[in-house]
């Protein structure tokens, strides 16, 4: 059985950071993604690691969010620095996305506050 556990979500004053964690079990990590959503709004990609290391961030995110790996401990993490208010959200890993599409592996979430 597959399963994804997201940890280090919390409240943030503004510029602050953050680290997410997902831990995966049941599988073995390939391409993995960190998606959020934030209330009225869908889900959308905010980075994106295949299995050797190559990253894609949403614009919005570039420069401020890193994804990073480590296929040992089957982890992907999500390092977010210069917290903004609009990075409010709930934040979801995915196990096997590409740019097109999620995977078919979600974690539960883990929420994200960015007080201004």
């Known amino acids: 059985q597959v399963r994804l556990v997201e940890s280090g979500g919390g409240l943030v004053q503004a510029g602050g950071s953050l680290r997410l964690s997902c831990a995966v079990s049941g599988s073995s990590i390939n391409a993995m993604g960190w998606y959020r959503q934030a209330p009225v709004k869908q889900r959308e990609l905010v980075a994106i690691i295949t299995r050797n290391g190559f990253t894609n961030y949403a614009s919005s995110v570039e420069g401020r969010f890193t994804i990073s790996r480590d296929n040992a401990k089957n982890t992907v993490y999500l390092q977010m620095n210069s917290l903004i208010p609009e990075d409010t959200a709930v934040y979801y890993c995915?196990?096997?996305?590409?740019?097109?599409?999620?995977?078919?592996?979600w974690g539960q979430g883990t929420q994200v506050t960015v007080s201004s």
């Open positions: 995915n196990l096997g996305p590409s740019l097109a599409q999620a995977g078919p592996y």
